[in-house]
C-alpha cells in the first residue's frame, strides 16, 4: 500500500488525509517448529526541507533549552487528554450523523473554518468509520488547539490467521468557552504546523532532525498516530510495520517498527523481511532477517528502532523521493 501523503509539512499534510489500511497474518513451519509471520506494505513520500538551511548563533544549551521550552508548552495533563477525547469523540459521532445529510447542523460543529474545508468534509463517506471499535486520541496542542486522531478497525479470524481492516481521520480543535469545535482556522493550522516541526517527542528520536537537515527520511503509512500511545493496539490483531525510516551521516539507515501486540498473548518478535524502494524501481534494502529480537506483552505496543549497515543499503547515495515499504516479521 503506498501513501500519496507528503512529509514537508509532517503533520498538516494529514489533516484532510483519510488512511485506510489491511494486513494479514499467516502461519508458517520451518525446521525449529511452528512459527507466525505478519505484513503489511507502507509507503511515503521521502521527506525534504525545501527551505536552505541557515546558520544561526546561539549554543547547543540555548537550542537545548527552545526545545525544552516548546515541549513543555505542548504537554497535556492526563485529565486534559480524557476531556479533549470526549469531547473529540462526541464531535465525530455529530459530523458522521450530519455529514451528507444536514449541511446546517454540520457547519455549527466548526469554527473559524473555510466554507471548502466544511463541504469536503460533508461530502466524505464516513461509513467506514461507523464500526464497532473506534481509538479516540489526542496527538498534541499548542496554543490552545489541540490535533485528534480517530482510528476505527475491524480485526476478523483469530491470531496468528486473523485479517484486519482499519480508517483513521485527523482533526483540529479548539474549545472557546468551553465549547469545543473542529477549527481549521490559519491559527490553528499555523500552531500545528509548529509543533510538527519542533515536539520531537513526536516522533523516533533522530528522524525529526534527519527531516529539519534535509537528509532523507520517510514518514510511512498508516499515519494513525496511535504509536504515540504504548496502549493502543488493535484487539485481536498483532500488527508489525515500518513507521519511519532516516539515514545517518554515515549512510546507514534505521527503521522504525511500530509493534502493536492485540492479542492476550505475550509475542517474542523474532526477526523481518524488509523491502525498501525509492520511485518503484530503485532498491534501498533488500534483506531478509533482520533481528528484532524484541518480546511484546500482550495489549502493549512499542517503537523499535533497527539500524541497517550502509554495507547492506542499497543506492546509498541516492535522494529518496518516493518510498515504498513491504514488512514481515516472524514471531513465536
Known sequence: MKSSVKVLSLILTILFFLCACSAQGASVNNETGAQNEASIESGSNGATNEEDSQEQSGTNQENAQKQSDNEKESSVSEYR????????????????????????????????????????????????????????????????????????????????NSRLIC?????????????????????????????????????????????????????????????????CVYEGY??????FAWQNDDGSVNLAFWIANGTDLNIYYKTATVTMTNNDNETIISLSDIPVDIAVPAMTSKIHVVQIPKSQVQNSTSKWEDVAVHTRAFFE
Open 167 to 231: 480508517h483513521s481521520y485527523t482533526f483540529p480543535l479548539s474549545c472557546v468557552d468551553d465549547e469545543w469545535k473542529f477549527d481549521y482556522s490559519d491559527e490553528a493550522i499555523a500552531a500545528l504546523d509548529a509543533e510538527s516541526t519542533e515536539n520531537a517527542s513526536l516522533y523516533p528520536e533522530g528522524f525529526l532532525d534527519a527531516w529539519k537537515s534535509g537528509g532523507n527520511s520517510a514518514m510511512l503509512t498508516p499515519l494513525n498516530y496511535m504509536y504515540l500511545d504504548n496502549k
Open 81 to 160: 487528554q480524557q476531556e479533549v477525547a470526549a469531547a473529540f469523540e462526541e464531535l465525530f459521532s455529530e459530523l458522521v450523523s450530519y455529514a451528507g445529510k444536514d449541511y446546517d447542523k454540520f457547519n455549527h460543529l466548526f469554527r473559524n473554518s473555510s466554507e471548502d474545508a466544511m463541504k469536503s468534509l460533508y461530502d466524505e463517506n464516513w461509513s467506514e468509520f461507523q464500526q464497532d471499535k473506534n481509538i479516540y486520541s489526542l496527538i498534541c496542542s499548542r496554543d490552545n488547539f489541540y490535533f485528534t486522531n480517530v482510528n476505527s478497525y475491524i480485526v476478523t479470524g483469530q491470531h496468528p
Open 238 to 243: 498483532s500488527n508489525f510495520e515500518t513507521k
